[in-house]
């Protein structure tokens, strides 16, 4: 069984940081290309970051500079690593992958951003 589960996610200060956790299980993780979404309250889902199986990263252009997604293909996690947040990064945050042509998603977890 297919699983993702994102953790992680906490309060934070404006320009503070968080690191996001993506657990994978039951598919052969490392060759899967694996991203993260995320989604404000009222607003659609939107692309953040990927990371592909040979290790490529690209990322939207709200957050390059400031995010960096990474992957341990031993701990089969995927990692978003969270710098100078702003409070228009506060929303849900989801790992995402298509495994045998279906999409997965995790339960997401919750990033605020707020003074």
């Known amino acids: 069984q297919v699983q993702l589960v994102e953790s992680g996610g906490n309060f934070v200060q404006p320009g503070g940081s968080l690191r996001l956790s993506c657990a994978a299980s039951g598919f052969m993780f490392s060759i899967y290309a694996m991203r993260w979404y995320r989604q404000a309250p009222g607003q659609p889902r939107e692309f953040v970051a990927a990371v592909s199986d040979y290790n490529k990263a690209n990322y939207a252009e709200p957050v390059k500079g400031r995010f960096t997604i990474s992957r341990d293909n031993v701990k089969n996690t995927v990692y978003l690593q969270m710098n100078n947040l702003k409070p228009g990064a506060t929303a849900n945050y989801y790992c995402?992958?298509?495994?045998?042509?279906?999409?997965?998603w995790g339960q997401g977890t919750l990033v605020t951003v707020s003074s």
């Open positions: 995402w992958s298509l495994v045998s042509e279906r999409e997965r």
